[in-house]
C-alpha cells in the first residue's frame, strides 16, 4: 500500500511540473533537457520504490500511474470545465500577422522557435499569417490568409449609399 500512496504523490507532482513547464514537445527539448527528463524518470522510480525492488513493488507503481492517467482523460472528458485545468488551453501567437509579445514571454517561446515553425508550414513571411495558435499539446496550427483576403485588405472599403465615388 505504502507504493501505491507514494506513487500516487509523485504522479500529482509530475502532473503539475509538466503543467507549469510549458508546452514544449519532446522533439523541442534540448540535449540537456532530455537528459535532464531521463534523470528525473530515474529519480521518480527511486522515490516511487524506495527500498522496494521488488517486481511487486514496479507492478504496483506502473499500476498506480497508468490508473490515475486513465482516471485524469476521464475526468477531462467527463467535466469539460475541468479541461482547460487538466490538458491547457490553445493560445494565439500571431493574429493579423502581428505577434504578441507578451504572450511569447508568457509561453518562454523564442522567436526563432515561431520563424522555425512558421517555415515548417512554408510561411515565409510573418505578414502572411491570419492566425498562428500554439496547441495545448505544443504544436502549431498556422492559417494564412488567403490571396483574395489580401487583395480585398488592400483595396479602399466600399462607399455607403451606392453611389459611386
Known amino acids: 500500500m505504502d507504493v501505491i500512496v507514494r506513487a500516487a504523490i509523485v504522479f500529482a507532482i509530475l502532473w503539475f511540473v509538466l503543467r507549469v513547464s510549458g508546452k514544449r514537445q519532446v522533439t523541442q527539448l534540448s540535449a540537456f533537457e532530455l537528459i535532464l527528463l ?11 520504490l524506495q527500498e522496494d525492488l521488488s517486481l511487486t513493488g514496479g507492478a504496483l507503481a506502473v499500476a498506480t500511474f497508468t490508473l490515475l492517467s486513465i482516471l485524469l482523460s476521464w475526468v477531462s472528458w467527463r467535466f469539460r470545465r475541468i479541461r482547460p485545468v487538466l490538458e491547457g488551453e490553445p493560445t494565439i501567437l500571431i493574429r493579423d500577422g502581428s505577434v504578441d509579445d507578451k504572450v511569447l514571454r508568457y509561453e518562454r517561446l523564442p522567436m526563432d522557435d515561431v520563424l522555425a515553425a512558421a517555415r515548417e508550414h512554408g510561411v515565409r513571411d510573418l505578414a502572411e499569417v491570419d492566425l498562428m495558435v500554439l496547441e495545448a499539446d505544443g ?13 480585398d485588405q488592400d483595396e479602399a472599403p466600399p462607399r455607403r449609399g451606392g453611389a459611386p465615388a
Do not use: H, K
Not at 531521463?38 to 516511487?48: A, H, K, P, R, W
Open 38 to 48: 531521463v534523470t528525473l524518470g530515474d529519480l521518480i522510480s527511486q522515490t516511487v
Open 139 to 151: 504544436t502549431f496550427s498556422i492559417f494564412t490568409r488567403s490571396p483574395a483576403e489580401e487583395n
